[in-house]
């Protein structure tokens, strides 16, 4: 298995322009979670996704965030529009029953 | 609400030497415990697990951790520390009463010199 992957490795962009990361989990399975990581914050969790609906999104900062499963395969995060304080490295993991399996994160770079 | 603490930022340890990377945690119901390692510019990997059964626990890389129910604390250690563990370490916990969430601690960086 490839393990989670998601894209893009690095995105730089400026502000006020949209953005998309993609996931994609580890085949079978069927917890799906999104993290950001930065200096000051550490790791936190935005929000994840059981059986591809979101279960909770209490971590997600505000309405500029969504993220979305439409199937087992498949997340998106999107910030629109995206702030110089969104700049991070966001995580996806997936899981079946025990540990999280990351993906080596996208690193955004907000301008 | 469940929480895991990693008291120090930083641990600094010369190579061949003994390493302990201190974690303890507060949950409701019994603990299922996590320590996962993050290499620069990668994404976080498992190294070990303790669900039930014997409070030491082996896992990746020469690492274990001990389980102490009475000062909930789940501590990594390592014998003989090598440059190449040199990484960013999380302790997690995860409270089955509690919908199953993995909450982290805020990481300790392991620094072991030559």
């Known amino acids: 298995d490839a393990g989670v992957i998601q894209s893009p490795r690095h995105e730089v962009t400026e502000m006020g322009q949209e953005v998309t990361l993609r996931c994609k989990p580890i085949?079978?399975?069927?917890?799906l979670f999104w993290y950001r990581q930065t200096m000051m914050r550490g790791l936190e969790l935005l929000i994840y996704?059981?059986?591809?609906?979101?279960?909770?999104d209490s971590g997600m900062p505000e309405d500029r965030f969504s993220a979305k499963m439409p199937n087992a395969s498949f997340s998106t995060l999107k910030i629109q529009p995206s702030e110089p304080r969104d700049s991070a490295v966001y995580f996806c993991a997936s899981r079946s029953e025990g540990e999280l399996f990351f993906g080596e994160g996208s690193r955004l770079t907000v301008l | 609400a469940q929480s895991v603490a990693q008291p120090e930022d930083q641990v600094n340890v010369a190579e061949g030497n003994p390493l302990t990377v201190k974690c303890t945690y507060s949950v409701s119901g019994n603990p299922y415990l996590f320590w996962y390692v993050q290499y620069p510019n990668r994404g976080l990997q498992f190294l070990l697990k303790y669900i039930t059964g014997d409070n030491l626990v082996k896992g990746s890389y020469g690492f274990e951790a001990e389980f102490n129910k009475s000062q909930t604390s789940f501590h990594l250690k390592k014998p003989s520390a090598l440059v190449s563990d040199s990484a960013l370490y999380f302790c997690?916990?995860?409270?089955?009463?509690?919908?199953?969430?993995?909450?982290f601690g805020g990481g300790t960086r392991l620094m072991v010199k030559p």
């Open positions: 997690a916990v995860r409270d089955i009463n509690a919908g199953n969430m993995l909450t």
């Open positions: 996704f059981n059986n591809n609906v979101p279960i909770d």
């Open positions: 085949s079978g399975h069927n917890s």
